[in-house]
């Protein structure tokens, strides 16, 4: 098994371009998370699904959207960037099985100028 | 509303020093408290959880709920456990709060 996976790893953006952040986990997980990493804030959610076709807003949703159209994958998008979403980004996953364990994809990293 | 406090940034010791990450959280129900490990560049991964009572990798946590804290022990640093550390919270409602992480440097 891959665990969970994201594309891209690496990416530079001009202020004003649209990304997609793209999550995807093969362990049938009904959850998923995305999370900013920035120095000295920890991790902060984003966004979070708690199942195909639902999402709702974290602690730090303000210039984001996301998808959940397959319960394998959850997209992170960006339709303006902006210098303040410099950071990186972390996927996770988990399941009633794993007992609230979040497992990590190896995050993103992105700078916008 | 759940909190987590993790009132060390950095942590700096020496080889064979004994270490202690502080995590205090506030919750009004049973808590599921976590422990993630972060080294250089790499993803998090679960360290340990308080329910299993588990020593990984010479690590303890010990849940102390009259003081609502759930700190991380080491006795004898070593320095491939220099990485950041993340305590975590889980309320039952699969919506964690992580606390913002201690930075642990252990020095040759």
């Known amino acids: 098994n891959a665990g969970v996976t994201q594309t891209p790893k690496f990416r530079v953006l001009k202020t004003g371009q649209s990304m997609t952040l793209l999550c995807a986990q093969d362990?049938?997980?009904?959850?998923m998370y995305w999370y900013r990493q920035d120095p000295g804030m920890g991790l902060r959610l984003i966004h979070y699904?708690?199942?195909?076709?639902?999402?709702a807003k974290g602690e730090v949703p303000d210039g984001y959207n996301v998808s959940r159209l397959k319960k394998q994958n959850f997209l992170l998008g960006l339709e303006s960037a902006a210098p303040s979403q410099t950071s990186v980004y972390f996927c996770?996953?988990?399941?009633?099985?794993?007992?609230?364990?979040?497992?990590f994809g190896p995050g993103t990293r992105l700078t916008v100028l | 509303a759940q909190r987590v406090t993790q009132p060390e940034k950095l942590l700096s010791v020496f080889k064979g020093a004994p270490v202690e990450l502080k995590c205090n959280y506030s919750?009004?129900?049973?808590?599921?408290l976590f422990w993630y490990v972060q080294y250089s560049r790499q993803r998090l991964q679960l360290l340990l959880r308080h329910i299993s009572r588990e020593s990984i990798k010479g690590f303890t946590a010990d849940l102390n709920k009259g003081e609502t804290s759930f700190h991380l022990k080491k006795p004898f640093a070593q320095e491939e456990d220099s990485a950041m550390y993340y305590c975590?919270?889980?309320?039952?409602?699969?919506?964690?709060?992580f606390g913002r992480g201690t930075s642990l440097i252990v020095h040759p």
């Open positions: 919750y009004s129900g049973s808590p599921e």
């Open positions: 996770a996953s988990s399941s009633i099985s794993s007992g609230d364990e979040q497992f």
């Open positions: 362990m049938n997980h009904e959850y």
């Open positions: 699904s708690v199942g195909e076709g639902t999402t």
């Open positions: 975590a919270l889980s309320g039952g409602s699969y919506i964690p709060t």
